[in-house]
């Protein structure tokens, strides 16, 4: 069990620097592009991967803090809805990359400094 938690939270961390780099990618490709769909993906794979490492805690004997991964699941809700809302527009609002990219180190600075 283990490993398999050891995996998840591999994955985890695929996760979120996959979240951090779209939004060089978004800068990249400037003002005038759609959102990539980068964000949506990474965001599920925080959200399957973190509910699972939840999920499987009575297994792998972990001792979370539960207010924290609450905290964190709002968060990246949060940032999947600002993602869901502008997936399908021509171009995006200034203010959203830098925004999401703000919300997704939060959860770094929360998964870190708060134990
Ligand atoms: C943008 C979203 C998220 C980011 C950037 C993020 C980031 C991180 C980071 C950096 C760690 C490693 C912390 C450390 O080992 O000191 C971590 C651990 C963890 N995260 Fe997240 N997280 C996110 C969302 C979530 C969500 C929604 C959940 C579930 C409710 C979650 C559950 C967990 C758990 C259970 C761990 C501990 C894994 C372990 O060490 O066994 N995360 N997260």
Redesign the pocket.
């Given at each position: 069990m283990e490993f398999v938690?050891l995996l998840?939270?591999f994955l985890?961390?695929l996760?979120?620097s996959l979240?951090v780099a779209m939004f060089f990618v978004q800068r990249r490709a400037g003002a005038d592009a759609p959102l990539n769909k980068g964000w949506l993906h990474g965001?599920a794979l925080?959200?399957l991967?973190?509910?699972a490492?939840?999920g499987l805690m009575p297994l792998?004997h972990?001792d979370?803090n539960h207010a924290k991964?609450?905290v964190?699941?709002v968060?990246?809700i949060v940032?999947g809805v600002l993602a869901v809302a502008n997936v399908n527009r021509k171009r995006i609002p200034t203010w959203l990359a830098p925004t999401m990219l703000g919300?997704?180190v939060l959860?770094?600075g929360l998964?870190?400094f708060w134990r």
């Open positions: 938690r998840l939270v985890h961390l996760g979120m979240l965001s925080q959200l991967t973190g509910a490492l939840y792998t972990a979370y991964l609450g964190k699941m968060v990246l940032i919300l997704v959860n770094v998964a870190v």
